[in-house]
């Protein structure tokens, strides 16, 4: 049963010590109570007391993690509705599927286009993680598991055989696979294998109502990580399911739909580039499992860059360290660039003057994060700011000239930026990062 925010509150230390990020232990009682922070967050929380709250402070979806190592995918564990409210946790996997239908030329290719396949974007190195397997054959089942979890891949096995569900998952049984899945028939077998394998398992109904009823058996068993698959006909039933199930475990505290869920695109529709769009509306609405019959780098490279999109914390945006970069190579002679510390800001004039071959020097200052135009209308890409930066970066040292380039945008702050860097000459720089490499070259040429 549910603990009020008061109750949660008489089990804390009471200390106010703010280690939590909340201002009072009642703040975050409360908190913990609406399902918007977790009890793991406060350090003074003892074993008896985190006992004693129990699913109290465990957050509305549960959180369920497959396989292991760098490609261990970690879903669920969300706390709100919508991101604004304060932000999603885990980004969904996206799996890989193969079916009795791929034949083992395809299927060997998919292991090696999965090796090599990952997306550098701002940063962050962006690859699908997941294959699903599935065979009415319980060797072949077992095979193709063991080779596609030799890749590092978490995998999800496929089967209505609880039996060979088990037979494939007992090799490879630390790199946690899924079992997909229990059913109304056979719940008892594929969990009780869960169970002894130690490894999550997927539920499965025809409807909400009897897909609630297998949740609670699994909640009744003391089972914790499980997925949910409303087993939706088409994009409009998914759509919908996906909602009900979200807001039945954040709204209501529904904990029998309290789990992670999964979704099969590749089941809808043939059309690759349907069950891509498909995908694309489960990254949103809200899969934890999402599973393609795709390994192609057009299909998956968006939906991974929507998922980072999305599950980035609104209230912290991706940012890189203050300091000044070398692009190419630069000396004593080469231009000043300066820009903030948005990461897609950096990564996009990084890249551009990279591609110009230009050597030059990247001023980045730390703006919290925020864009060029952002941070300038937040007060913190101005002249004032900007001058202190430029004298303690270092920048002076590596360089024999006195000349700043800013970006067009905020070409208004040129005049006052002169001002506060007397000896400092201020050009103003083009505003599209697209037009960085013709400027340079004539800025250098000239």
């Given at each position: 049963m549910a603990l009020s925010g008061l109750q949660i509150f008489k089990l804390l230390a009471k200390t106010n010590c703010k280690d939590c990020g909340f201002p009072t232990c009642m703040a975050f009682a409360m908190q913990l109570a609406a399902g918007k922070a977790e009890l793991d967050k406060c350090p003074h929380v003892t074993d008896e007391v985190k006992a004693e709250l129990g699913e109290a402070s465990a957050p509305p979806v549960r959180k369920v993690t497959i396989g292991s190592g760098d490609y261990a995918v970690s879903v669920g564990?969300?706390?709100?509705?919508?991101?604004?409210e304060k932000r999603f946790e885990n980004p969904p996997g996206i799996a890989v599927?193969?079916?009795d239908d791929t034949d083992d030329s395809a299927f060997e290719q998919k292991l090696e286009t999965f090796k090599t396949q990952e997306f550098e974007r701002v940063g962050q190195v962006l690859r699908a993680k997941m294959f699903a397997i599935e065979s009415a054959d319980a060797g072949?089942?077992?095979?193709?598991?063991?080779?596609?979890?030799?890749?590092g891949a978490a995998v999800v096995l496929m089967s209505e055989d609880a039996a060979a569900l088990k037979q494939a998952a007992e090799p490879i049984k630390a790199k946690k696979p899924l079992l997909y899945a229990a059913t109304a028939e056979n719940f008892d077998q594929v969990s009780a294998a869960a169970k002894e394998l130690n490894v999550p398992f997927a539920i499965t109904a025809p409807d909400l109502d009897q897909l609630a009823e297998l949740g609670q058996k699994a909640i009744d068993g003391d089972f914790k990580e499980v997925v949910l698959d409303p087993m939706s006909a088409n994009l409009k039933?998914?759509?919908?399911?996906?909602?009900?199930?979200?807001?039945?475990?954040i709204k209501k505290k529904f904990r029998a739909l309290g789990f992670p869920t999964i979704a099969f695109p590749c089941k809808m529709t043939d059309d690759k580039n349907l069950q891509v769009v498909y995908a694309g509306v489960f990254v949103a609405k809200y899969a934890g499992i999402i599973v393609l019959?795709?390994?192609?780098?057009?299909?998956?490279?968006?939906?991974?860059?929507l998922?980072?999109?999305?599950?980035?914390?609104?209230?912290?945006?991706?940012?890189?360290?203050?300091?000044?970069?070398?692009?190419?190579d630069p000396s004593e002679d080469s231009p000043v660039l300066l820009t903030t510390n948005f990461s897609l800001t950096y990564f996009t004039v990084a890249g551009e003057i990279e591609a110009s071959k230009v050597p030059t020097w990247l001023l980045v200052m730390d703006t919290e994060g925020q864009s060029v135009l952002t941070s300038w209308a937040a007060g913190k890409f101005v002249a004032d700011a900007i001058a202190p930066f430029v004298k303690k970066s270092g920048i002076e040292e590596k360089i024999k000239h006195r000349k700043i380039v800013i970006p067009g945008y905020v070409a208004q702050i040129?005049?006052?930026?002169?001002?506060?860097?007397?000896?400092?000459?201020?050009?103003?720089g083009v505003r599209e990062a697209a037009d960085v490499p013709r400027y340079l070259r004539q800025m250098t040429s000239a």
């Open positions: 564990e969300e706390t709100v509705l919508y991101r604004h599927y193969v079916g072949r089942l077992a095979d193709r598991a063991k080779k596609a979890s030799d890749t039933d998914a759509l919908r399911d996906q909602t009900y199930i979200r807001r039945a475990a019959d795709t390994s192609d780098p057009g299909h998956l490279m968006p939906l991974l860059v998922a980072q999109n999305i599950y980035t914390d609104p209230q912290r945006p991706m940012q890189m360290d203050q300091g000044v970069y070398p692009l190419n040129s005049g006052e930026l002169e001002e506060e860097l007397s000896d400092w000459e201020v050009v103003v």
